[in-house]
């Protein structure tokens, strides 16, 4: 029998677009996709850190998933995983907590996590590449991600402590990208991104008018 995976996305549409992304990982690697109250296998949460309490709301969903299946491994991605690893790890019910850069390889870690709470997690400078995502379930509307990542180190921001330095897709691929999504029947594509200025100022450096 299959193994199942529910996921659980706190924040941003940026955020959306790569809940798909890792759901379609998991479902490349034999995993059934499911409700979050149908007692997965395996829960995904991804966390945001620019709503207030952060700690607070992650800590339900943990709770939520374990009511529904106790025995099921869960895995925190996000933001918040990215800066307060080792707060999340004390949260009981976690499993494994991934940051910026290793949660796109989740599916690979899940036969490793359910001893003890282990952390993958690199530092914030390590997370150089770029990794493409879109959202995909929400009737006629996709979110295409073409950048993550911010430079302006802002007083009150800690995007760039999240999710690293700005980086972003080159045209040709999101191109490639538009015409995947197009060809599942979606009417409407949504460019998103931490700050999609910087998307358009490498457009502009790859002679993309």
Known sequence: MDKSVAFYTLGCKLNFSETSAIARQFKDGGYKVVDFKDGADVYVINTCSVTDHADRKCKKVVREAKKFNAESKVAIIGCYAQLKPDEILSIPGVDGVFGASEKFNI???????????????????????YRSAFSMGERTRTFLKVQDGCNYFCSFCTIPLARGRSRSDTVEHV????????????????????NIGDAIAAAAREGVT
């Open 175 to 194: 191109v490639e990208m538009a015409h995947e999504i197009a060809s599942q029947d979606v009417k409407e594509i949504v460019l998103t991104g931490v």
């Open 107 to 129: 599916p690979a870690h899940m036969d490793e996590l359910g001893t003890e709470p282990t952390l993958y997690n690199s530092h914030i400078k390590e997370v150089k590449e």
